[in-house]
T-cell receptor, first 109, second 112 residues
Framework: SQQGEEDPQALSIQEGENATMNCSYK?????LQWYRQNSGRGLVHLIL?????REKHSGRLRVTLDTSKKSSSLLITASRAADTASYFC?????????FGQGTTLQVKP | DAGVTQSPTHLIKTRGQHVTLRCSPI?????VSWYQQVLGQGPQFIFQ???????GRGNFPDRFSARQFPNYSSELNVNALLLGDSALYLC???????????FGDGTRLSIL
C-alpha cells in the first residue's frame, strides 16, 4: 500500500507559470523526499526535508512540510518545458522508500 | 562517473518462466534497493540490501528473491512469472541505507 498520496494527479500549465503539487502521508516520518521521473526513465532525487524543518529551497524548488497535517507541498517556480515529468513524494522508514502515486506535470511551451 | 546501471533494459517473458535482473550501483555505494513500478503508479519497495545482507523486504511473494555480491552489485530473481509481474523494475543505490537514493533507468519486463 502507498504511504503518500499526491494531489493533483495531473497538472497542465504554461511555461513560466508556477506549479504546486501536494503530498499527504499517513504515519510519522523522519524525513520526506521529492523525486522526479521523466517518461521511461529512473527517478531523480530533488530535495529532502527533515521532520524538524518547515521549508526548504533548492533553485526553483520550494518544499514545505507540515507534520501536524501530515502533508508536504512542492512548488516549482517559473516552470520550463523540461520540467514536464511525474513527481513523487517518498517517506523513508528505515530501509525503504514508500512512494505516492505521483503528480504528472505537463508544461506547455 | 557512471550512474546506476541495470540490465537488460527490456525483457519479454511468458507466464511461468523465470527472470534475473541485474544492477550495478554507483562506485562506493554499498546499499542497493529494488522497486517495482506498475504503469501509472509509484514505485513499490521490494528489497534492500546493505553490505550483502537483506535489510528490508516489501510485501511481495516468495517468488521474488534477491542477493548482493561482494562487489555490491545485485540481482533480482522472479520465479513462476505472472501477467501481473509486468512492470518497470528499478534499482537504486546509496552510500548507506538512510541516504538519498540514486536510481537506474530500470528494466522493462513484459509478461505474455
Amino acid at each position: 500500500s502507498q504511504q503518500g498520496e499526491e494531489d493533483p494527479q495531473a497538472l497542465s500549465i504554461q511555461e513560466g507559470e508556477n506549479a504546486t503539487m501536494n503530498c499527504s502521508y499517513k504515519t510519522s516520518i523522519n524525513n520526506l523526499q521529492w523525486y522526479r521521473q521523466n517518461s521511461g526513465r529512473g527517478l531523480v532525487h530533488l530535495i529532502l526535508i527533515r521532520s524538524n524543518e518547515r521549508e526548504k529551497h533548492s533553485g526553483r524548488l520550494r518544499v514545505t512540510l507540515d507534520t501536524s497535517k501530515k502533508s508536504s507541498s512542492l512548488l516549482i517556480t517559473a516552470s520550463r518545458a523540461a520540467d514536464t515529468a511525474s513527481y513523487f513524494c517518498a517517506t523513508k522508514p528505515p530501509g525503504k522508500l514508500i512512494f505516492g502515486q505521483g503528480t504528472t506535470l505537463q508544461v506547455k511551451p | 562517473d557512471a550512474g546506476v546501471t541495470q540490465s537488460p533494459t527490456h525483457l519479454i517473458k511468458t507466464r511461468g518462466q523465470h527472470v534475473t535482473l541485474r544492477c550495478s550501483p554507483i562506485s562506493g555505494h554499498k546499499s542497493v534497493s529494488w522497486y517495482q513500478q506498475v504503469l501509472g503508479q509509484g514505485p513499490q519497495f521490494i528489497f534492500q540490501y546493505y553490505e550483502k545482507e537483506e535489510r528490508g523486504r516489501g510485501n511481495f511473494p516468495d517468488r521474488f528473491s534477491a542477493r548482493q555480491f561482494p562487489n555490491y552489485s545485485s540481482e533480482l530473481n522472479v520465479n513462476a512469472l505472472l501477467l501481473g509481474d509486468s512492470a518497470l523494475y528499478l534499482c537504486a543505490s546509496s552510500l548507506a541505507g538512510a541516504q538519498p537514493q540514486h536510481f537506474g533507468d530500470g528494466t522493462r519486463l513484459s509478461i505474455l
